[in-house]
């Protein structure tokens, strides 16, 4: 979609949720069972409600026919015949609703989804009001969404949640003695569950501190293409981090990268950029470390088995601290 279209998403007037469950959709990222059935995890691709056809993510969300009842009941009316793909049906819609029209639509989008869900695991069967009433309870005013506060010079130890609609993106480089670097990426909300996972390679780099304003540059760019908008980066190499806040100078080698990185901050409705001890920051390092092995790779919703224990003790972690 075009950048107005992501922006119109993530300003819609609706829980955080069905922002990124609607994002999510819109990158056939769901875990409709067609697609697992083409990778060889579900047995049955047929959709859990009416049995007749596979489980795509448009049959999911609009053209199931119980779903089409859902569209057709709610106020926005959608009487839907000839199907498209999401994607082209989220262009059509976003570029002519409202933000209010927007929220409805989202609201009713997440709880269409929810419901499939309680069907699927809980055996659970939703009516058409029940759905929308859900959908209407998802819309409160007060439900805004706020950036993290700066740290300053807080030298904190261990990975933190970012709140409710902030995406949390932690990112480092690792440097060979030839000079060839490595950079690592995770994306997170604010329940520790990964959105995505990345890593690359860049050769030969001048110093370390140059490799870490690189992997930045980088990650600022992924972060962009995955459709994040509201994003809390974090670092742990300090004199990037001071670098960028202009408390220190002298690394004038630095400064066409940061500059780039400045330029890319108005693809973000939220940007928030801190800095944390390597114990905070341990996924990104031991992803830029695996970039040398793998490559440049990029997982969606999951990241390399080497890395899962780490997760989890970010999870572990970030409990505690809030105790």
């Known amino acids: ?49 009416c049995l007749a056809a596979p489980e795509t993510h448009e049959h999911a969300l609009f053209f199931c026919p119980f779903i089409k009842q859902v569209w057709f009941a709610s106020p926005l009316g959608f009487r839907l015949h000839e199907e498209c793909s999401v994607q082209e049906f989220f262009t059509e819609f976003l570029g002519a609703a409202d933000c209010n029209g927007i929220g409805m639509f989202f609201s009713i989008l997440y709880s269409v989804w929810q419901a499939r869900n309680d069907l699927l695991f809980s055996a659970k069967q939703s009516s058409v009001d029940q759905i929308l009433l859900r959908a209407s309870s998802l819309r409160p005013s007060s439900n805004q969404l706020t950036a993290p506060h700066r740290h300053g010079r807080e030298h904190v130890s261990s990975w933190r ?13 690792s440097l060979l003695q030839s000079h060839e670097a490595g950079f690592g990426f995770i994306a997170r909300n604010k329940e520790g569950e990964v959105l995505a996972a990345a890593t690359s390679t860049m050769g030969p780099v001048l110093s370390s501190v140059l490799a870490e304003a690189l992997a930045l540059r980088w990650a600022l760019g992924l972060a962009k293409e995955l ?22 100078g002298g690394f004038s080698h630095l400064e066409t990268v940061v500059k780039d990185c400045r330029l890319l901050l108005c693809s973000f409705d939220v940007f928030t950029f801190t800095f944390v001890r390597r114990t905070g920051n341990s996924v990104a390092d031991a992803l830029a470390k695996l970039a040398f092995r793998l490559g440049c790779l990029v997982w969606i919703e999951e990241a390399p088995l080497e890395v899962s224990s780490l997760i989890q003790d970010d999870v572990f972690a970030s409990v505690a601290s809030s105790l």
Do not use: Q
Not at 161 to 173: E, L, Q, T, Y
């Open 227 to 248: 459709g994040f908008r509201r994003i809390w980066v974090e670092t742990d190499c300090l004199v990037l981090y001071n670098y960028w806040e202009r408390r220190e």
């Open 1 to 49: 979609m075009r950048p107005a279209l992501w922006l119109k998403l993530w300003k819609a007037e609706v829980a955080p949720r069905c922002c990124e469950t609607a994002w999510r959709a819109c990158l056939n990222l769901l875990p409709v069972r067609a697609l697992l059935h083409s990778r060889g995890v579900a047995t049955d691709p047929l959709c859990p409600r």
């Open 161 to 173: 949640r970012p709140a409710a609609g902030i995406f949390k993106v932690n990112f480092d480089a």
